[in-house]
């Protein structure tokens, strides 16, 4: 039973639009990472902040997506322009300040047509 | 850089038999090892991790020891049941700094026990 809470579950979007999905972080856990699922169960990771702000992130991150952590919102990830290899299961995870364990939620998968 | 490999799957076994996963791993830093389990439709679940070499992790019957001279972290159970099909991750992360919690996962072996 996760405590990490993404949104939506599912969804699916045309070539070129927009894709944004949220993540509320367990409690208490001020450290979000994303990371991007594929079809051979692959993990890439995209980004991770530290309360609001960005630790670190890769370059496909930088130039097509956008990902924030307001204080007192959730935590989102978009897609500006979605392609067809953005297609995958899409998961946030958050740990404490001094763990290294990360806990994941179920995931959004995104279906790029 | 860091990098993790496991057995390829699938592997499928009979209820009642046992299983080895093996996971080799490379990196230059001191990791927390990990086995994440993740079923069909939900996110990876910590399975258990061991901080410290030459110790063992074990949770619901499955273990593994930290292997520091052979790099390796093998995941084994003695008799799997229906209910552990299932895709296994094995992952290590980095020990300090913007690293501290970024983990570095093993391609998973999906496990498919037949009753």
């Known amino acids: 039973n996760s405590k990490v809470i993404q949104t939506p579950r599912y969804l699916v979007k045309g070539q070129g639009q927009k894709a944004k999905m949220r993540c509320i972080p367990e409690k208490g856990h001020p450290v979000v990472f994303w990371y991007q699922q594929n079809k051979n169960n692959e993990f890439k990771f995209l980004i991770n902040?530290?309360?609001?702000?960005?630790?670190?992130q890769i370059d496909m991150t930088e130039k097509r997506f956008s990902a924030e952590c307001p204080s007192n919102s959730p935590c989102s990830l978009e897609i500006q322009s979605s392609e067809a290899g953005d297609s995958a299961l899409y998961l946030c995870?958050?740990?404490?300040?001094?763990?290294?364990?990360?806990?994941f939620g179920e995931g959004s998968r995104l279906i790029v047509v | 850089g860091d990098s993790v490999t496991q057995t390829e799957g699938p592997v499928t076994l009979s209820e009642g038999t046992s299983l080895t996963v093996n996971c080799s791993y490379e990196?230059?830093?001191?990791?927390?090892l990990f086995w994440y389990v993740q079923y069909p439709g939900e996110g990876p679940q910590l399975l258990f991790k061991v901080p410290k070499a030459n110790e063992k992790g074990s949770n619901r019957g499955f273990e593994a020891t930290y292997n520091k001279e052979a790099t390796s972290f093998h995941l084994q159970k003695a008799s799997v049941q229906e209910s552990d099909s299932a895709v296994y991750y094995c992952?290590?992360?980095?020990?300090?700094?913007?690293?501290?919690?970024?983990?570095?996962f093993g391609a998973g072996t999906q496990l498919i026990v037949i009753p």
């Open positions: 995870a958050s740990r404490q300040n001094s763990g290294n364990t990360l806990y």
């Open positions: 990196t230059k830093q001191y990791p927390t």
């Open positions: 902040f530290q309360n609001q702000e960005v630790l670190q």
């Open positions: 992952a290590l992360s980095g020990t300090g700094g913007s690293a501290l919690g970024r983990l570095h």
